[in-house]
């Protein structure tokens, strides 16, 4: 039986099609490529260039290639872009989730896993964050996420589908074999950010607010290796597999990095210096977000092979610096450290 992943020629995306190909999974992959690249997908993985939302799409695709589960990853994701355009976001994450549950719905399908965000907590009372936690988001992007959550557990209510909800903290990083990584120009993620800064991408990184209640004044954030959460996507596959009850995860580490420690890092196994600017706090920026992953480590067979920064900070920058090649010949490093 074959895997649909939505949105699998993205970032995220792509990542799981290949942790699930790597493991002789059949998939077909279902993008509008607004923001993914038809190259980034491991051979032998069919794309359909269509929109998830497409109803009689998504029906086609199911039939076509008989497809048992679904994980779907497409959506939009940027926190500024939200409140500059809410609508947008209720469109793109929302509503696309409720057509292409219907399809789901009405194909059969029972086994649904979602690409959600620790944005729904907003700035929690509690740290590390559980999935118990109040739900406050505070952006359109995280309440987006939210009331899909809300369909999803409905939906599985009145249908007898079993659904895994992965609420992601900060993922980066790139594939340790550098097939594949963050490639969207534009891409506001900060460790995204600051390789092209010590590439030489970037004349400098801006730091958004750097006097909010913490050890050194910047953001709180607990990364988690984007191939770390491939395999938990696959764990959760595996869990509903085996007849798994549905179930709310977090997924990250547990552990709180700063945004000038995270910059720290990317110096450091670059060996190269970067201008910093410090910018006042964003609208819609959560102040600290670090997961309690008990849940996650109790419910699925997954252990994380990457948590280090440093191997994160590496493994964005290898990737970095072969795009940038490819793109542009070689590159001009940033000043030396």
């Known amino acids: 039986m074959t895997v649909l992943v939505t949105g699998g020629a993205g970032y995220i995306g792509s990542h799981m099609v290949h942790a699930l190909v790597d493991a002789s999974e059949r998939v077909v992959v279902i993008d509008n490529l607004s923001t993914g690249f038809a190259a980034f997908l491991p051979q032998g ?3 359909v260039v269509g929109d998830a939302g497409d109803e ?4 086609s695709v199911i039939v076509q290639h008989g497809v048992e589960s679904i994980i779907h990853f497409a959506g939009s994701v940027v926190v500024p872009d939200s409140l500059r355009d809410p609508l947008g976001y209720y469109r793109n994450n929302t509503m696309t989730t409720r057509s292409l549950l219907n399809a789901a719905v009405k194909t059969g399908i029972n086994r649904f896993i979602f690409s959600s965000t620790a944005a729904v907590y907003g700035n929690s009372d509690q740290m590390p964050v559980r999935e118990d936690a109040q739900t406050r988001p505070l952006s359109p992007y995280g309440s987006s996420k939210l009331m899909t959550e809300i369909m999803l557990h ?8 079993s659904y895994v909800v992965l609420r992601y903290f900060n993922v980066a990083g790139a594939d340790p074999q550098a097939r594949i990584g963050l490639a969207t120009v534009g891409a506001t993620h900060l460790l995204k950010i600051a390789v092209e800064a010590a590439t030489g991408q970037r004349a400098k990184i801006d730091v958004y607010g750097t006097d909010y209640p913490t050890p050194d004044g910047s953001c709180i954030r607990d990364f988690i290796h984007v191939a770390d959460l491939a395999q938990a996507h696959r764990a959760a596959l595996s869990y509903l597999r085996g007849g798994g009850a549905s179930m709310t995860l977090n997924c990250g ?3 709180g990095t700063s945004v000038l420690e995270t910059i720290e890092a990317v110096r450091r196994v670059s060996g190269r210096n970067f201008a910093v600017q410090y910018a006042p706090r964003r609208p819609g920026d959560i102040m600290a977000m670090v997961a309690d992953t008990t849940r ?10 990457y948590d280090d920064l440093d191997t994160i900070a590496a493994h964005a920058l290898a990737w970095e610096e072969k795009l940038f090649h490819e793109r542009h010949g070689e590159i001009q490093h940033a000043v030396s450290a």
Do not use: C, F, Q
């Open 296 to 305: 996650m480590r109790a419910t699925l067979d997954w252990a994380p092979r």
């Open 56 to 59: 009689n799409l998504v029906e």
């Open 154 to 161: 409905d939906t599985a209510s009145a249908h007898g589908m």
């Open 253 to 255: 580490y547990g552990r």
């Open 45 to 47: 993985a069919p794309l």
